[in-house]
């Protein structure tokens, strides 16, 4: 088990381009998070998947990020057109909580994804 | 709606003193409690969680949360700190269910020699 990876680590992109971000859980966790994480704050809640189901979006996700888990295994975020209030660091998360469909489950954070929009 | 309040943006502690890092949140329902430890370039390490029984919780690296249910609150504490403990601490709150959690703030904790 080598833990929730994301790449990549770093990305600058100049504004108005798309970027794309991916994820890839523990193996064998059903559900997945992503969070955005700005200076000075802490992680805001951006979506979820269990499996490949994307069960809740957060209203703070404009229609410019998109999120998909084909294979209810790893997982793309997408952005488009990025603006300067896009630039934070992209962090994910995976859990999972089989038969324990009540129950909060334990988070696994990866390593993040800083993103600097210039 | 759920929100988490970390009351001390910035602790500074010299070592082998005691800290407590404060933590009150806001919710309609019960509530599952979470303190995470962020150290530079790093994603988010669970250092405990409260979901039910006992209000005193151990988690790792020394430190312990109290849950006061009638005070709203989660502190954080550790009888004695180390320099190693220098990062930011997050608390977070979960309704269940969805899983997802809100966080707080962030208290950013400096072990000084």
């Known amino acids: 088990d080598t833990g929730v990876s994301q790449d990549p680590r770093h990305k600058i992109t100049k504004r108005g381009q798309n970027v794309t971000f991916r994820c890839d859980p523990i193996?064998?966790?059903?559900?997945l998070y992503w969070y955005r994480q700005t200076l000075g704050q802490g992680p805001e809640f951006l979506t979820y998947?269990?499996?490949?189901?994307?069960?809740?979006k957060s209203r703070l996700l404009s229609d410019r990020f998109s999120a998909e888990r084909p294979k209810g295994s790893f997982s793309t975020l997408e952005i488009q057109r990025t603006e300067q209030g896009d630039s934070a660091m992209y962090l994910c998360?995976?859990?999972?909580?089989?038969?324990?469909?009540?129950?909060?489950?334990?988070?696994?954070f990866g390593p993040g994804t800083r993103l600097t929009v210039l | 709606a759920q929100s988490v309040t970390q009351l001390d943006s910035q602790v500074p502690v010299f070592e082998e003193a005691p800290v407590e890092l404060r933590c009150n949140y806001s919710s309609s329902v019960s509530v599952y409690l979470f303190w995470y430890v962020q150290y530079p370039n790093q994603g988010l390490q669970l250092l405990l969680k409260y979901l039910s029984g006992s209000t005193l919780v151990k988690g790792i690296n020394g430190f312990e949360a109290e849950f006061n249910k009638s005070q709203t609150s989660f502190h954080l504490r550790k009888p004695s700190v180390h320099i190693s403990d220098t990062a930011e601490y997050f608390c977070a709150v979960s309704e269940g269910g969805a899983g997802k959690s809100t966080f707080g703030d962030g208290t950013t904790l400096t072990v000084k020699p």
């Open positions: 193996s064998e966790h059903n559900r």
């Open positions: 998360a995976s859990s999972s909580n089989w038969g324990r469909e009540n129950s909060p489950d334990t988070q696994y």
């Open positions: 998947f269990q499996n490949e189901a994307q069960l809740e």
